[in-house]
C-alpha cells in the first residue's frame, strides 16, 4: 500500500518534527493526544468498579464479568505492537483517528449492548481501537515536536493521562450511581467527536515506511489466538469439560507456532533474539509476576468493596485513588533513587511491599471501616507501585541497545497486559469462586481470603527474581523519558524512535505520567 498522500509533516508550515510547545500546533497536538489516550486509559480502570451493576442488569454470571474485563486487555495486548508498526507505514495520524473512530464505536455498542454477550464481543472492539490509538498517540509527539521540545511534550502527554489514570475509578463510579454503567462507554463518544476532527484539521501527518517493510499480521494473530484460548480455558475450567482441555492444548500449539513464526520471519512483531539479554528477559519475568497480581487485585478489589463491604460504586472507586495519587506524586523521586542505588533494591522491595498491602486487605469484611481497613492496605500497596514501578522502565529501557528501547518498553507493556488478563481468567478458579459468587457476600468474601494470599506469593517470586537476576545498568544507557506514571494496569510506553537527549534530572517531572494504556 502507497504511503499517505497527504502532505509530509516537513512540508507544512509551521509542522512537523520543529514543533514547539508553545506554538499553536503543538497546543493542537497535545490536546489531540491527550483526549485519544485518555479514552483508552479510562477504560482500563473504569470499567472494574461497574462490574456489579453490569452484572446485575444483564443477569450475568461471573464469568461474563471476566471477559468484559479480558476481552479488551486481550486484543489491546494481543494487536498493541502492531499497532505501533501499521501506523510508521501508513501515516500515524491516519491510523491514530483510525483508532479513535473505532474505539468510540466499540464504546457505543458496548453503551447500547442488549445482551452480555454483545457486551462482551464489543468490549474486544474496543481492545482494537486502543491498540491503534495508543501506540500512535505517543508516536505522533515523537514525530512532530522539536528535539528540544520531545521530551517535555512526552511529559506533558503522559501527565495527563495519568490524572486521567487518579479521577478515573471516581467517575466511573459517579457514572455508575448516577446515569449508570452504560454511560461509563458512552461518554467516550463525545471524546472522539472532539478529538477526531482536532487531529485531521490541526496534526501533521508522518510516516517512516523504511521502519516496517511489511506486517507480521500471522504473528499477531497467532499471538492474540493462543492468548484467546488459554483464556477461554481458565476461564470455563470449573466445568471440566473435553471442549476446555481442548481449548487449552490448542492455546498452547498456537503459542508454539506464534514463537516459531517470530523465528523465521525477517521483520517479525516480536523479534526473539531482544531476549538474548538476560536483563531484559528477567525483568519482564519480574513484569509478568506484579502485573498479574495487580490485574487479579485490582479486578476483585472493585467487587470487594461493592459485594462484600456494602460501598456504593462512586465510594468504592474513591476508596481506590490512593494508590494511583502516591504513584503521580513520588514515582519520579523513585526513579531519581533508583539512578542512584540501581534497581535491584527497589525491584526487590517494592513488590514486597505490594504483597503487604495485598494481605491487609484481608481485614476488609462486611461493614468495613475506610479509615482503618482499607487506606492502610492501599497505602501500603500504593507504596511499593511507587518503589519499582519507575526502576521496572528504566530497566527494561537500559538492558537493550538504545535503537531498541522504545520496542523494548513496547514489548514489557504488552507482557504487562498478557500478565493481568491471565490472572483475572485464573484468579477465581484458584480461590474456589463459582459462577454466582459475587451475588453471595459471604461467598465472594470466602474466595477473596484464598485470593490475595495467592496475589501476594506471585509478587514474593517477582521479588526473589528481582534480587537474583537484576543488576545495576550500564553507563550511558538510554533513561526514560515518562519520569512518573499514574497507570495501574501496564507500565509506561516508552517512544519507539527517540532521537532527543534524555531529560535532564528532574525535567517533566510534574507532568511526566506514562498513560501505557
Request: glycine share 12%; with cysteine; charged share 10%.
Given at each position: 500500500?502507497?504511503?499517505?498522500?497527504?502532505?509530509?509533516?516537513?512540508?507544512?508550515?509551521?509542522?512537523?518534527?520543529?514543533?514547539?510547545?508553545?506554538?499553536?500546533?503543538?497546543?493542537?497536538?497535545?490536546?489531540?493526544?491527550?483526549?485519544?489516550?485518555?479514552?483508552?486509559?479510562?477504560?482500563?480502570?473504569?470499567?472494574?468498579?461497574?462490574?456489579?451493576?453490569?452484572?446485575?442488569?444483564?443477569?450475568?454470571?461471573?464469568?461474563?464479568?471476566?471477559?468484559?474485563?479480558?476481552?479488551?486487555?486481550?486484543?489491546?495486548?494481543?494487536?498493541?505492537?502492531?499497532?505501533?508498526?501499521?501506523?510508521?507505514?501508513?501515516?500515524?495520524?491516519?491510523?491514530?483517528?483510525?483508532?479513535?473512530?473505532?474505539?468510540?464505536?466499540?464504546?457505543?455498542?458496548?453503551?447500547?449492548?442488549?445482551?452480555?454477550?454483545?457486551?462482551?464481543?464489543?468490549?474486544?472492539?474496543?481492545?482494537?481501537?486502543?491498540?491503534?490509538?495508543?501506540?500512535?498517540?505517543?508516536?505522533?509527539?515523537?514525530?512532530?515536536?522539536?528535539?528540544?521540545?520531545?521530551?517535555?511534550?512526552?511529559?506533558?502527554?503522559?501527565?495527563?493521562?495519568?490524572?486521567?489514570?487518579?479521577?478515573?475509578?471516581?467517575?466511573?463510579?459517579?457514572?455508575?450511581?448516577?446515569?449508570?454503567?452504560?454511560?461509563?462507554?458512552?461518554?467516550?463518544?463525545?471524546?472522539?467527536?472532539?478529538?477526531?476532527?482536532?487531529?485531521?484539521?490541526?496534526?501533521?501527518?508522518?510516516?517512516?515506511?523504511?521502519?516496517?517493510?511489511?506486517?507480521?499480521?500471522?504473528?499477531?494473530?497467532?499471538?492474540?489466538?493462543?492468548?484467546?484460548?488459554?483464556?477461554?480455558?481458565?476461564?470455563?475450567?470449573?466445568?471440566?469439560?473435553?471442549?476446555?482441555?481442548?481449548?487449552?492444548?490448542?492455546?498452547?500449539?498456537?503459542?508454539?507456532?506464534?514463537?516459531?513464526?517470530?523465528?523465521?520471519?525477517?521483520?517479525?512483531?516480536l523479534p526473539l533474539d531482544i531476549f538474548a539479554s538476560r536483563q531484559f528477559t528477567a525483568v519482564n519475568?519480574?513484569?509478568?509476576?506484579?502485573?498479574?497480581?495487580?490485574?487479579?487485585?485490582?479486578?476483585?478489589?472493585?467487587?470487594?468493596?461493592?459485594?462484600?463491604?456494602?460501598?456504593?460504586?462512586?465510594?468504592?472507586?474513591?476508596?481506590?485513588?490512593?494508590?494511583?495519587?502516591?504513584?503521580?506524586?513520588?514515582?519520579?523521586?523513585?526513579?531519581?533513587?533508583?539512578?542512584?542505588?540501581?534497581?535491584?533494591?527497589p525491584l526487590t522491595v517494592g513488590p514486597l511491599l505490594c504483597a503487604a498491602g495485598m494481605l491487609l486487605?484481608?481485614?476488609?469484611?462486611?461493614?468495613?471501616?475506610?479509615?482503618?481497613?482499607?487506606?492502610?492496605?492501599?497505602?501500603?500497596?500504593?507504596?511499593?507501585?511507587?518503589?519499582?514501578?519507575?526502576?521496572?522502565?528504566?530497566?527494561?529501557?537500559?538492558?537493550?541497545?538504545?535503537?531498541?528501547?522504545?520496542?523494548?518498553?513496547?514489548?514489557?507493556?504488552?507482557?504487562?497486559?498478557?500478565?493481568?488478563?491471565?490472572?483475572?481468567?485464573?484468579?477465581?478458579?484458584?480461590?474456589?469462586?463459582?459462577?454466582?459468587?459475587?451475588?453471595?457476600?459471604?461467598?465472594?468474601?470466602?474466595?477473596?481470603?484464598?485470593?490475595?494470599?495467592?496475589?501476594?506469593?506471585?509478587?514474593?517470586?517477582?521479588?526473589?527474581?528481582?534480587?537474583?537476576?537484576?543488576?545495576?545498568?550500564?553507563?550511558?544507557?538510554?533513561?526514560?523519558?515518562?519520569?512518573?506514571?499514574?497507570?495501574?494496569?501496564?507500565?509506561?510506553?516508552?517512544?519507539?524512535?527517540?532521537?532527543?537527549?534524555?531529560?535532564?534530572?528532574?525535567?517533566?517531572?510534574?507532568?511526566?505520567?506514562?498513560?501505557?494504556?
Amino acid at each position: 500500500m502507497a504511503a499517505p498522500s497527504q502532505k509530509s509533516a516537513q512540508e507544512t508550515p509551521g509542522a512537523g518534527p520543529d514543533v514547539r510547545i508553545s506554538s499553536t500546533t503543538g497546543k493542537w497536538i497535545l490536546l489531540t493526544t491527550v483526549l485519544g489516550s485518555s479514552m483508552a486509559l479510562l477504560d482500563s480502570t473504569v470499567v472494574n468498579v461497574a462490574l456489579p451493576r453490569i452484572g446485575r442488569d444483564l443477569d450475568a454470571g461471573l464469568t461474563t464479568l471476566q471477559w468484559t474485563v479480558n476481552a479488551y486487555m486481550l486484543t489491546l495486548a494481543g494487536l498493541i505492537l502492531l499497532g505501533g508498526s501499521l501506523g510508521d507505514r501508513f501515516g500515524r495520524r491516519r491510523i491514530f483517528v483510525v483508532g479513535v473512530v473505532w474505539f468510540a464505536v466499540a464504546s457505543l455498542l458496548c453503551g447500547l449492548a442488549p445482551t452480555d454477550t454483545v457486551l462482551v464481543a464489543a468490549r474486544a472492539l474496543q481492545g482494537v481501537g486502543g491498540a491503534l490509538l495508543t501506540p500512535g498517540s505517543l508516536a505522533l509527539i515523537q514525530a512532530s515536536f522539536h528535539p528540544d521540545d520531545r521530551a517535555r511534550a512526552v511529559g506533558l502527554w503522559s501527565g495527563f493521562g495519568g490524572v486521567g489514570a487518579a479521577v478515573g475509578p471516581f467517575l466511573g463510579g459517579w457514572l455508575v450511581d448516577g446515569p449508570g454503567w452504560r454511560w461509563v462507554f458512552l461518554l467516550n463518544v463525545p471524546v472522539a467527536l472532539v478529538c477526531a476532527p482536532i487531529a485531521l484539521r490541526h496534526v501533521p501527518e508522518s510516516s517512516d515506511e523504511r521502519a516496517h517493510k511489511g506486517f507480521d499480521v500471522l504473528g499477531a494473530a497467532l499471538g492474540a489466538l493462543s492468548l484467546a484460548l488459554v483464556t477461554y480455558a481458565l476461564i470455563e475450567a470449573r466445568g471440566g469439560s473435553v471442549v476446555v482441555a481442548v481449548t487449552a492444548v490448542a492455546g498452547v500449539a498456537a503459542g508454539v507456532a506464534f514463537v516459531f513464526v517470530e523465528r523465521r520471519r525477517s521483520d517479525p512483531m516480536l523479534p526473539l533474539d531482544i531476549f538474548a539479554s538476560r536483563q531484559f528477559t528477567a525483568v519482564n519475568l519480574v513484569t509478568l509476576c506484579v502485573y498479574a497480581a495487580f490485574g487479579g487485585f485490582f479486578f476483585l478489589t472493585a467487587l470487594q468493596l461493592q459485594v462484600v463491604a456494602g460501598y456504593s460504586p462512586l465510594q468504592a472507586g474513591t476508596a481506590l485513588l490512593p494508590t494511583t495519587v502516591l504513584m503521580l506524586l513520588f514515582s519520579a523521586r523513585s526513579g531519581e533513587l533508583a539512578q542512584h542505588i540501581g534497581p535491584r533494591i527497589p525491584l526487590t522491595v517494592g513488590p514486597l511491599l505490594c504483597a503487604a498491602g495485598m494481605l491487609l486487605m484481608l481485614r476488609v469484611g462486611p461493614d468495613a471501616s475506610y479509615a482503618v481497613d482499607v487506606l492502610p492496605a492501599l497505602l501500603v500497596m500504593g507504596a511499593g507501585m511507587v518503589t519499582l514501578v519507575a526502576p521496572l522502565t528504566a530497566t527494561v529501557l537500559a538492558s537493550v541497545d538504545t535503537g531498541r528501547a522504545g520496542l523494548a518498553s513496547g514489548i514489557n507493556n504488552a507482557a504487562a497486559r498478557a500478565a493481568g488478563l491471565l490472572a483475572v481468567a485464573a484468579l477465581p478458579l484458584l480461590a474456589g469462586m463459582g459462577p454466582e459468587a459475587y451475588r453471595e457476600a459471604d461467598a465472594f468474601n470466602a474466595a477473596f481470603r484464598r485470593a490475595m494470599p495467592l496475589c501476594a506469593g506471585v509478587l514474593v517470586v517477582g521479588a526473589v527474581l528481582a534480587f537474583v537476576t537484576v543488576r545495576r545498568p550500564a553507563p550511558g544507557c538510554r533513561r526514560p523519558e515518562c519520569l512518573t506514571h499514574g497507570c495501574v494496569t501496564a507500565p509506561p510506553l516508552e517512544p519507539r524512535r527517540a532521537t532527543a537527549a534524555p531529560p535532564a534530572p528532574g525535567a517533566s517531572r510534574a507532568s511526566g505520567a506514562g498513560p501505557g494504556s
